[in-house]
């Protein structure tokens, strides 16, 4: 009987204040994606594996929790909501011409119990923008996801944009095995500058190639720094990648919020996910991102739809965790009044729990139990956190 009051590792019950904190800020980035266009979209719990395999999700196999429909099936607990929004959008909008926006909020379940204590179940907030290949497009993006996270309360945090095709370019110019350009990639997003010299020294030939390598894991901070990386090379696709996380900073500041962003030319994805520009969010008080996105054009169009996509997901726990850490507080409605009342109060009771709970206002209403006191029920009132003690009939009670 034990094992039956314990959850399984990776997973955990959420009661009492915290999942109503929880749900003040699920509910408040909701409403900012609303007042963006978007529209909420939701998607089965658990799909068909080849929805998630590989080649559509920057997770491997192993990480997904998998089982079989009785046709023997592979099926997998949702890991991912983007590849879940494209195969819905290449369903049901794919002659749609014009851009789609769609958000969504739910649990993700990953199979990662010895990640630094990760849970396997966590609650995501995120929101896709599919047929739009623009610059404004990301913007757009990375705006959201700064306003969401103001909704929440969170002040103090920053957005790393790098953009993948400045690293892919030079890959693509020094004709790198798949295998070196992982090793190298690892190095890079490390910041292991002596591991970047070291490798490039054995497997570059030309030396204005090493030299930009060298120089990637330190390409991060203002939009001047990453200017300046364009001296390093004349890869057009690299140039191309510099000149349009300049373009992103211009419309970044034209909405007031440069001093959210940074960028990093070093930030890189160890997956073909994301073809373009990348950012994540982070904040002190967790070791983490809160906030992880890009843009994923190819993705959309494994599934049938051939269209440009950007999008971002938000973890509501590392969020919620980082408030806390912070000690910002997140305001949750009180409970308004606690009504005790005897058998014969009955009509009296109804009325007033109908007056509070027609105003907006929250109301528990217990029936007297015998021998439970006055101070008692004041202490059961404070408990939970009501704001007044009302006993009909209290010279009784």
């Not at 314990?6 to 204040?17: A, C, F, L, S, W």
């Not at 983490?288 to 494994?302: E, F, P, Q």
């Not at 109908?354 to 029920?377: C, H, M, N, Q, W």
Request: net charge negative.
């Amino acid at each position: 009987m034990d094992t039956l009051l314990h959850t399984p590792d990776g997973v955990r019950d959420i009661y009492g204040r915290e999942c109503a904190i929880r749900t003040v800020i699920g509910d408040r980035i909701q409403k900012v994606c609303l007042t963006f266009g978007f529209d909420r979209i939701e998607t089965p719990d658990f799909e068909f594996f080849d929805v998630f395999n590989s080649s559509n999700s920057a997770l491997s196999s192993r990480e997904m929790y998998k089982f079989f429909d009785r046709e023997n099936n592979t099926l997998v607990l949702r890991p991912d909501f983007t590849p879940a929004v494209a195969r819905c959008v290449s369903k049901y909008f794919h002659d749609e011409k014009h851009p789609l926006r769609f958000f969504y909020c739910g649990n993700v379940y990953r199979n990662q119990v010895n990640y630094r204590g990760s849970q396997c179940q966590s609650l995501q907030v995120g929101a896709e923008l599919i047929g739009d290949s623009s610059i404004d497009a990301e913007v757009e993006m990375i705006v959201l996801a700064i306003e969401c996270l103001r909704s929440a309360g969170l002040k103090d945090f920053q957005v790393e944009i790098g953009e993948v095709n400045f690293y892919r370019g030079l890959v693509e110019e020094a004709e790198l095995t798949p295998e070196e350009d992982a090793k190298l990639l690892q190095r890079i997003e490390n910041k292991n500058t002596f591991g970047v010299e070291e490798f490039v020294d054995a497997h570059v030939k030309d030396e204005g190639l090493k030299r930009a390598f060298s120089r990637i894991p330190t390409l991060f901070g203002g939009i001047d720094k990453i200017s300046d990386a364009a001296e390093l090379t004349q890869n057009r696709k690299a140039l191309s990648a510099i000149d349009r996380l300049e373009k992103i900073a211009s419309i970044v500041e034209l909405y007031g919020y440069s001093e959210y962003v940074s960028y990093d030319l070093g930030m890189l994805s160890q997956h073909d996910y994301y073809t373009g520009t990348i950012f994540k969010v982070f904040s002190y008080g967790t070791g983490d991102y809160i906030v992880t996105g890009g843009r994923y054009d190819s993705l959309v169009k494994r599934f049938g739809k051939d269209t440009p996509a950007v999008g971002f997901g938000l973890h509501i726990d590392r969020l919620q965790e980082t408030l806390r850490r912070q000690k910002i507080e997140v305001p949750v409605q009180p409970i308004r009044a606690l009504i005790i009342y005897r058998k014969r109060c009955t009509a009296e009771a109804v009325r007033r729990v109908r007056e509070f709970r027609s105003a907006g206002e929250r109301v528990v209403a217990d029936l007297k139990r015998p021998g439970i006191t006055r101070e008692e029920y004041q202490e059961y009132a404070d408990q939970i956190g009501a704001e007044e003690l009302i006993i009909l009939n209290g010279e009784e009670a």
